[in-house]
């Protein structure tokens, strides 16, 4: 087989945008397969990119044996006689990411750029890890506040006094300052029953009681920007405090120049034109979301198998369905002893799939953990269900993904974030101060502000839900995604903030509450099963 140098360059440059990079006999073994479409070459070689994004590995480095299972599924589909037009324009449609794939990003403060992590994450880190989880939580929210009109002097505005300045003045040159100032810093309790505000190089104790908040929950380890001045007894007063403004997605992309900070690769301009058009013309693709499906509870899965006799019907059925955790009505911690009836509870799922033709056919299935089911541990990120509970499922829908939680999506152009956590109750328990009602006073709106703000999905204390230190970075919200799913067993919500669409599905196996997205529109449809 002769290839010409410039396929071979082609071929890397595709992957490496992507994030990957192989070893020479997955070279050959992607060369082999281009062979067969020597007039739609770049189709096929997109193809089997976006493919590979559909299943679980272990490694960016491909090797051969990985390729070919993912060549062979795609030569044996283009084989196939049946094989229409929707497998070549669907190609680019959906990318899973499991978030233990994405890359880790630093800010260099000095160069004002962002730079990629190398080397291993290991998952047991020390106390340096620990400390870098703040600084980079800090500096990635330093960095956007930096360019914000309001909190960056002008060069040439010498006319503006520094009491109508509204700079950012570092916690360490707060001594012997007199007036108002705005400081910001990560809120930490040193000393029991005093909260200080701590910025990269030093600490100052505030005094929060007569301040006056902006919407969000204000809960220990958030970042917040405060105005206020300096007592002399050494005790920052604060007047008013909030979180760091939010900056437009554009904007954020603009200045990552090319970086993927959100997994799945980075399309080029050609290529996101191109799924922007399908986009568009899928006014019929929707994704149906399902929170809390419990496999071992009856009702439940009789009212799952009244929504897919539902779909089973319609004119065109869902492009995907999401069916998040909890997958059991019990915690599955050390006391559960029911693991193989969870296994076969899995396989009777996989059944009810797969005896609706159209649905196991033409609709994807995305299932992702909740924070009570089965896995290593309850720390964040959690990673897909154990192969154990999934592989009688699998028997019969060998297409289905399964990812982590967090999981990130991206469909077409739009980037969505499923995230399944009781978030609002614990956001309310760890509210230093109880969330202002001027601007709205339904905490599922606060809940948002505070997540978008921080760019982060659980910037909770660790104390109250732990994290893998050197994967903090897969729970971020920056640039803002498209959609945002806050999975919870609260009430179910929907509401469009800054341009981000949120929504909590509510708990299918408590009120029968479900969501339904059409990405064309960016519309969110509430449902519920009667009765």
């Not at 929707?86 to 403060?109: E, K, N, P, Q």
């Not at 013309?281 to 439940?300: G, K, P, Q, R, Y």
């Not at 109880?434 to 921080?454: G, Y």
Request: include cysteine; charged fraction near 25%; charge should be negative.
């Amino acid at each position: 087989m002769v290839v010409s140098g410039r396929t071979r360059k082609k071929v890397q440059h595709k992957f490496k945008l992507r994030g990957f990079t192989f070893k020479v006999d997955a070279m050959e073994e992607v060369l082999a397969y281009l062979a067969h479409f020597p007039n739609d070459e770049d189709e096929a070689l997109d193809l089997l990119i976006d493919e590979m994004y559909n299943k679980s590995l272990h490694s960016s480095i491909l090797d051969r044996e990985v390729i070919h299972d993912v060549v062979a599924s795609l030569l044996e589909a283009h084989a196939a006689p049946d094989n229409s037009a929707r497998s070549t324009s669907d190609h680019a449609v959906l990318r899973v990411i499991d978030v233990f794939h994405i890359h880790r990003f630093h800010y260099d403060g000095i160069k004002k750029v962002f730079y990629e992590h190398t080397g291993k994450l290991p998952i047991h880190g020390d106390a340096v890890d620990k400390a870098a989880l703040y600084r980079d939580r800090y500096q990635l929210l330093f960095q956007r506040i930096s360019r914000d009109k309001y909190f960056s002097r002008p060069v040439f505005a010498t006319e503006m006094t520094e009491s109508e300045s509204c700079e950012i003045t570092s916690i360490q040159s707060l001594i012997g300052c007199t007036g108002r100032r705005w400081i910001m810093g990560v809120i930490s309790q040193l000393e029991e029953g005093q909260f200080y505000l701590e910025d990269l190089a030093a600490a100052v104790p505030i005094d929060l009681s007569n301040s006056k908040i902006t919407a969000g929950f204000l809960v220990e380890n958030t970042v917040i920007v405060a105005e206020g001045e300096l007592l002399p007894n050494g005790i920052f007063q604060v007047n008013t405090c909030g979180f760091p403004p939010l900056e437009d997605r554009e904007v954020s992309l603009k200045l990552l120049m090319g970086l993927d900070f959100f997994g799945g690769g980075v399309l080029s301009n050609d290529e996101r034109s191109k799924l922007l058009e399908m986009e568009k013309a899928a006014v019929n693709h929707m994704l149906v979301i399902l929170s809390d499906v419990w496999l071992d509870n009856e009702e439940t899965m009789e009212k799952l198998a009244v929504v897919f006799d539902a779909y089973e019907g319609v004119e065109v059925v869902p492009y995907l369905f999401i069916l998040m955790g909890n997958f059991c009505s019990r915690p599955c911690h050390f006391a559960f002893h029911s693991y193989s009836n969870l296994r076969m509870q899995f396989g009777k799922l996989g059944e009810m799939i797969a005896s609706h033709p159209r649905l196991k056919e033409q609709s994807k299935f995305l299932l992702i953990p909740g924070p009570d089911d089965a896995g290593s541990s309850k720390v964040l990120p959690r990673c897909a269900l154990p192969k154990y509970l999934t592989e009688e499922f699998q028997k019969h829908i060998p297409n289905a993904i399964f990812s982590s939680n967090p999981c990130r999506v991206k469909f077409y152009t739009q980037e969505i974030v499923f995230f399944r956590q009781d978030l609002l109750y614990r956001m309310r328990r760890a509210s230093l101060i109880p969330p202002p009602t001027e601007e709205t006073n339904d905490h599922f709106e606060h809940l948002v502000v505070t997540i978008t703000h921080q760019s982060h999905l659980c910037p909770l204390p660790l104390t109250v839900q732990p994290i893998i230190w050197n994967y903090d970075h897969c729970l971020r919200l920056y640039p803002t995604p498209h959609m945002i799913v806050l999975a919870d067993k609260s009430e179910q919500k929907s509401f469009k903030y800054t341009g981000i669409t949120c929504v909590n599905p509510g708990s299918f196996s408590s009120d029968n509450s479900f969501a339904v997205y059409r990405p064309c529109t960016q519309e969110v449809e509430l449902s519920a099963l009667d009765g």
